[in-house]
């Protein structure tokens, strides 16, 4: 069977579980510190919320898919999302440490007939933090070019927002809406390349002496990678991660 396994971690920056569904259209996840909110037909990502405060940090009102992946088969690009899956599955996952297994199937790729997508969510016990992971299986003769994974849509407005990325030494902007929506006002994308521009492999997006959002990624092989933050004119602020396989000019094992 022929995998991608990758996995990052979300959570804030403020420091017995449960799983449940909210109602017929979410899945969710959550302990004494953090709720995670799904939509229980595509797994996009509605609420991340801080259940000491009853805080959502997420308030957009279209949500992007939560992963999108670049295959490619000879000299072509085919864009994958969750959208072309015709089956879609959710589980709730026991344990230490519970969380949310998600499972896309039948893309109707005659070189990749078996092909799935494969999405566990995982709390952490003791902290407002999650750990997500995705794997892609079956991928035949199809390789893999990149992985969008995870898509954060829509993070909550704060006064004294500040956005910190490891450059160096660090760098840290005030103004970080600001900056996302662009001079022209039609929105600005902002990535950062590991290993390279950044030192560290993660970053955040808070409000100061506050709530806030904190992406990074567990990968001791230091892979190729890309954190990426982009906005529009109404101030809207999305996040994903961008995965870039080594040799993938030919299948993964794993």
């Not at 909210?22 to 909110?37: D, K, P, R, W």
């Not at 991340?48 to 072509?76: F, R």
């Not at 969380?99 to 092909?115: C, I, K, M, S």
């Not at 070019?145 to 954060?152: A, D, Y």
Request: aromatic share 10%; glycine share 6%; hydrophobic share 40%.
């Amino acid at each position: 069977v022929q995998k991608l396994l990758l996995a990052i971690s979300l959570g804030f920056l403020f420091f017995p579980p449960a799983l449940f569904a909210g109602n017929t259209n979410t899945i969710s996840v959550a302990n004494e510190f953090l709720q995670i909110t799904l939509n229980a037909t595509n797994g996009s990502v509605l609420e991340l919320t801080d259940l000491p405060t009853k805080q959502n940090e997420l308030e957009a009102s279209e949500k992007i898919p939560l992963w999108e992946i670049e295959l490619v088969s000879g000299t072509n690009h085919v864009r994958l999302s969750p959208a072309q899956a015709k089956t879609f599955h959710s589980e709730n996952v026991n344990g230490k440490e519970p969380g949310l297994r998600l499972l896309w199937e039948q893309f109707d790729f005659t070189n990749a007939p078996d092909l799935k997508v494969v999405v566990l969510v995982q709390l952490e016990k003791t902290v407002a933090s999650s750990r997500w992971n995705i794997a892609v299986e079956n991928s035949g003769a199809l390789t893999l070019n990149s992985v969008h994974f995870p898509r954060i849509s829509g993070l909550r407005k704060s006064e004294d927002e500040s956005l910190a990325v490891p450059v160096w030494l660090g760098q840290q902007a005030d103004n970080p809406r600001q900056l996302l929506a662009g001079g022209d006002k039609k929105g600005k994308r902002m990535e950062w390349d590991y290993p390279g521009y950044i030192s560290l492999q993660c970053l955040a997006f808070y409000q100061k002496d506050g709530l806030g959002f904190y992406a990074a990624c567990d990968d001791t092989n230091a892979l190729r990678k890309s954190f990426a933050f982009w906005g529009d004119a109404n101030g809207e602020v999305n996040y994903e991660m961008v995965h870039l396989p080594e040799n993938s000019t030919s299948p993964l094992n794993r």
